[in-house]
């Protein structure tokens, strides 16, 4: 049995970034309930040269975004990084959803053997497969980050477990 390259994609990115959105809710209302400034939420990071909690859900709705933007041929779309609040991340996290939803799973399903570069860290530039890039790349470095903005939310206090981790399913 195989499995598609868009099944192993935009789904997944769908589902986690939806779990995403549920923890940063609850951390707002955790914030909010405990008169907590949200910026010691928004700016919390688990190590000082890591990346704090804001840039951590940017760089997630980054990777879903172009790894299947990539994968399905077509231009990835710029964003800003110019989110302050959890309404911000909200909106970068609904404009992710939108633009991956609205992504053909047939310009996907035929990406596995698509030539895809990345210019990114060390080497700036690396070739991939689609599927490699998926698989190997795309995947990890996007589950990566949603993970640490989990951890940070979760070591700072807010009442979160695996099932708002996972999503909805």
């Known amino acids: 049995m195989t499995i598609s390259m868009y ?12 779990g995403l959105s549920a923890v940063l809710r609850k951390a707002e209302a955790h914030a909010a309930e405990r008169k907590i400034d949200p910026n010691a939420l928004l700016q919390a990071r688990l ?17 879903a975004k172009s790894v299947s933007a990539r994968l399905a041929g077509v231009d990835v779309p710029r964003m800003e990084d110019s989110e302050l609040t959890f309404a911000d991340l909200q909106a ?7 633009f991956i939803g609205g992504l ?3 310009d996907i399903d035929v990406a596995s ?23 190997n790349y795309g995947l990890p470095h996007f589950f ?8 940070i939310l979760r070591h700072n206090g807010v009442e979160i477990g695996k099932k708002d981790y996972v999503g909805t399913y």
């Open 7 to 18: 099944a192993a994609s935009v789904p997944v990115f769908k589902q986690m970034l939806g």
């Open 47 to 63: 190590y000082p040269d890591m990346f704090p909690l804001l840039r951590q859900v940017q760089v997630a709705a980054d990777f």
């Open 92 to 98: 970068r996290i609904a404009k992710t959803l939108a």
């Open 104 to 106: 053909a799973a047939a």
């Open 113 to 135: 053997d698509r030539q895809v570069m990345t210019q990114a860290g060390t080497p700036k530039e690396k070739i991939f497969t689609g599927q490699s890039y998926l698989l």
């Open 144 to 151: 990566f980050h949603v993970t640490t903005a989990y951890d």
